[in-house]
């Protein structure tokens, strides 16, 4: 076992990196607080590297590619917290692809002219529903159903992180919506592509609240000393650097798991998303506490970045419902009841 990227995924994750760092600023994610959607002009010229078509069958105008690459992507849209929803479009495609008769959706998809959400058993919400041009829905008795989101009545809900919007939907299922029956596989492994992608995130906000914090601690000067040169400074950036380096590979090795569909997958991915929760965590408290009294304030780009990880440490499961999990592989035991995350 390899858990670390080809030379390949490196090449792709890297252009994607630098065309977040010019395209997805601080600037652009505020103006996607502030808009009714957060999907923008990015999401087309997102298409044009192939981001929006990763998981997508080359078949159909998309990249083939798996959920290494995905997680590898992820991880910098999670550095940038890109608003658009990237990984609810995949999870989406993924089924799209697996399983619906017109497939035309995946090259509008692919081709960045479509976007679409997701919801599945056991959550409650969905992201960008109201905007998205297509909504899969996956019902607790596997049936998995297309339809369009002007088709549900949809209701926006809070968010701390406001260029995520969420939206709770009603849907009336009928025979024209419904595109699989028995589908509970097939919904299990979208699920864990969903929390794949979540801890992915989570992964690339620990590091850019990491480096943010390390940049304030070398430039902010208290009583003629930068703070930076304090041990107690240092140990709490120290602290977040192995929660973050510990949580990495737990992430590579899920990515591993679930890319071939290995009988550990659900466990893999359940440790995944808490290390990694616990990691941006621990780097929203430590990183809001070395920058003071400013890191409280909305004017300061760190609250987007702690806010977008509050919100994905509940997306996708909650640490609870994940350590049942866990627990469930591990000891063979039933879980207790749960109310559902998003």
Known sequence: MRLAY?????LF???????LADRCTG?????AWAADSAISARWAELAKIGVTGIVIP????GLGMGDEELAAVLVETGYAALPEPLLESAVAAGLLAEFAADAGWLAEIAAGRATASVLLPGRRLAVEAAAADVLVIGLANGDLHVTDPGDCELTAQRSV???????????QPTPETLVASGAQRALSRAANRGALGAAAQLL??????LDMTVDYAKQRVQRGVRIGTHQSVQHHLANVLIKLEFARPVVLRAAY????????????????????????DLAARNCLQVHGAIGYT????????MKRAWALGAAWGDPGEHRDRIATDLLGAAPAPTTPSY
């Open 6 to 10: 080809t030379e390949d995924q490196e």
């Open 13 to 19: 994750r890297d252009t994607v990196r630098d065309f």
């Open 27 to 31: 600037s652009d994610v505020r103006a």
């Open 58 to 61: 080359e078949e159909h105008d």
């Open 161 to 171: 992180d406001r260029s995520r919007k969420l939206y709770t939907v009603g849907f």
């Open 204 to 209: 690339g906000l620990t590091r850019r609240m």
């Open 257 to 280: 798991s679930l890319a071939r569909d290995l009988p550990s997958a659900d466990r893999d991915v359940s440790m995944a998303k808490i290390y990694a929760g616990e990691a941006a």
């Open 298 to 305: 909305e004017e300061h780009d760190l609250q987007l970045f």
